[in-house]
């Protein structure tokens, strides 16, 4: 999805147009059958212009519809750790993302290099991971700019682009890499609330 094209005019509407084409796409692949992005058009009742202001190629798309069929909604995420402290929230929400991406390794893997070599001008993401975090803090006594730059900060300490650079580059397994993203989450948890208390 562009990243121009998102970030203008009407935000809620394009996301959910953006999410009528993932469920058309998702339609074709729950059924085993190929599409083209001309097949979304006709089967979201989408112009062929529009699904291609979203979606540049096929491949992008497929690789994330497929993910976004394993993947809960953020509001799901948060729901079902509402009852915890904000530090047991994030830890929750790292779990979660951690876990997703060990389960689904090989196409988070494929899906990131069709993104990778398509055009960089493009969102590359859906930014779940930045959404739940976003609510977690929605109600958690931190300034906004501090909000903001937490959620930045743990988005890089969960999902598959961590996971990556933990067993590729410094040859970890999948429990060492979780633990060492958990280590690094608890680390800055406890610097921060234990700074503010001062």
């Not at 988070?108 to 960089?120: A, D, G, Q």
């Not at 996971?163 to 590729?168: A, Q």
């Amino acid at each position: 999805m562009k990243k121009e094209y998102i970030k203008s005019g009407r935000v809620n509407q394009k996301l959910e147009t953006r999410s009528k084409i993932l469920t058309s796409a998702q339609y074709y692949i729950n059924n085993g059958l190929e599409f083209t992005l001309e097949d979304i058009a006709k089967k979201s009742g989408i112009s062929r212009a529009t699904i291609y202001r979203y979606y540049s190629k096929v491949e992008i798309l497929a690789n994330e519809a497929g993910l976004d069929l394993n993947t809960k909604s953020p509001e799901n995420i948060i729901e079902n750790l509402k009852e915890k402290n904000i530090e047991d929230i994030i830890l929750g929400i790292q779990h979660y993302y951690n876990k997703l991406a060990i389960d689904h390794e090989g196409a988070f893997r494929k899906y990131l290099s069709t993104v990778l070599t398509s055009n960089p001008s493009e969102l590359k993401r859906g930014a779940r991971r930045k959404k739940t975090l976003q609510l977690a803090f929605e109600n958690a006594s931190v300034q906004a700019q501090e909000k903001e730059k937490l959620v930045n900060l743990f988005t890089l300490l969960m999902g598959i682009e961590p996971l990556i650079v933990t067993k590729d580059v410094s040859g970890l397994n999948n429990d060492q890499s979780v633990e060492i993203m958990k280590w690094g989450v608890q680390l800055i948890l406890k610097g921060y609330f234990e700074s503010n208390k001062k």
